[in-house]
């Protein structure tokens, strides 16, 4: 066996290959047998068609279970893999197959697989040792070009490894698989627990509440990213009753409000296990299995990981060192120089402190930092006092060009119906905060804008409102 990621996953496969891998409503289930064989198969597809190793296969596709084989696939022929969003124009996506240049690019996975089955199964997997490529993600990157992240074999091994292992997953366990697959978090997060466990998934298309309420029913685990849970919260039928069968559930790639962490234990008695990662690292804290999770704190180090505060301030940006962290971005040598410091360690670009518990507390992005007449906000201290104030259902705190100060603090609202008026929203945060920490002016919005992973997009909040102190 070879440090081939697929070697690693196939070894936890249960010996019993006729057992369900995939659970999906309305269709017969899909066992590791059939995704072992399909997997050959398509392999031997990629190997016909150039994907030999490191060489690219670039996947844009909805999500489904065959979209999984080809990532298993191109890991047994030893080439990248490298997934893109379905919803990326063909513009943006003339700019990653320049980029990336794979040999292989599928639109249409159903169709691809279909092909393969007339082959016979390539049994191989290709050796590959720890720090070859296994993937190339590419950063959601809201300013300037994005980048692709490259990930190894070792890399993912070890994260898959760690997470297994801190979350307690076992044979038992079913996941509720609801998140989209070509991001980090559906795609390694998720289905690498799932296939150390050798248990099965319910297999969810897309979040869609009624379907993932019943689905829970089944299940013992849900990865979700903070909307799914403010989502399940708004439907009557998340009672203690319909969660029975659960162990855990966990969230991240976006900040989880604490209304909702709190809000979910009142409904459930589950305290939501909140984790912090990127695609450069794959996850990097997470709150304990065992022990206390506390709200709005994304937890501890994973073992293994360096985690470090830059700057000589108790708050300052996020620097982390270890085995997952990503090798690199892909042909930008000058780009991931910058992006690490000389001792190794990569520069997240998240701000945050470690309290003296060791326990990690992030405050955003460096870049959504507010510089407002030399003083620096920080947008989550403020949004924080904001989300607690009554008829505030979620904020957002952006700085925009201001004549005076170089930059304004805005308070974006998503707000209950009647929505609070501004004046006296101002007068309520001016006795709680300095005065240059205090919204200049706050707008209201029926919802605010997100990503596919839930993330409040911060760069389009601040075009869209920059013209405010003009
Ligand atoms: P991506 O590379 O698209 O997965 O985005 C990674 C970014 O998501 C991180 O750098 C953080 O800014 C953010 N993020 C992920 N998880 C959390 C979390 N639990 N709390 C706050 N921010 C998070």
Redesign the pocket.
Known sequence: MSDNLYDLLASRFPSDRSRPCFLQPGLEPVSYGDLEDRTARVANLLRRRGAVPGERVALQVEKSVDAVVIYLATLRAGAVFLPLNAAYTPAEVDYFLKDAEPVVFIQDAGAFVAEAAALDPDPRVEPRAASDLASLIY??GTTGRSKGAMLTHGALAANALALHEAWGFSPDDVLLHALPIF???GLFVALHCAFLSGGPMVWLNRFEDAAVLEGLSRSTVMMGVPTFYTRLLANPGLTREAVAHMRLFIS?????LESAFEAFEVRTGHRIL???????AVIITTNPLEGERIAGS?GFPLPGVELRIGGGEATGVIEIRGPSVFSGYWRMPEKTREEFTSDGYFI???VGRVDPDGRLW?SG?AKDLIISGGYNVYPKEVELILDELPGIRESAVIGVPHPDFGEGVVAVVEAESPAPDEASLIARLRSQLAPYKTPKRVVFVDSLPRNA?G?VQKAQLRQTWGHLFK
């Open positions: 950063t959601s991001h980090v978090h991240g790639s976006a900040p989880l909140e984790r912090y990662g990127m695609s450069e994304v997240t670009g998240d992030i992005r992973m993330k």
